[in-house]
């Protein structure tokens, strides 16, 4: 349980940093966590969001997606974005060449 639980407070690290009306993708974070190739994990993670410093909104699917149901989430999350300028295609895409947080540094500092 150790390992898991510091694989996610390295993901919820990188997440924090995530600006406000930007969003990244599961598997940017990934990366930036250095879980390349382990998106799903972010899913896992985030799903288990400890506490409210952690903006899980911000995190969408390569698609510019919402992967949330709207039942279970997904339209808390669209207002979420919304709310903070993020703007949704009629087909409700985030336009990722707009909105895709490009960290300038590494988010870990290593």
């Not at 895409?93 to 960290?103: A, C, G, S």
């Amino acid at each position: 349980m150790g390992n898991k639980q510091s694989k996610w407070e390295t993901i919820y690290s990188v997440v924090k940093q995530i600006p406000e009306g930007k969003v990244a993708t599961y598997g940017q974070i990934a990366t930036l966590a250095g879980y390349y190739r382990q998106a799903r994990q972010v899913g896992y993670a985030l799903h288990a969001v400890p506490s409210d410093d952690i903006p899980w909104h911000r995190v969408i699917n390569a698609q510019g997606k919402i992967s949330l149901n709207l039942t279970l989430g997904g339209a808390v999350q669209r207002k979420l974005l919304e709310s903070e300028g993020v703007v949704f295609t009629a087909a409700g895409v985030i336009p990722l060449r707009h909105y895709q947080w490009q960290p300038t540094i590494d988010p870990l500092g290593s």
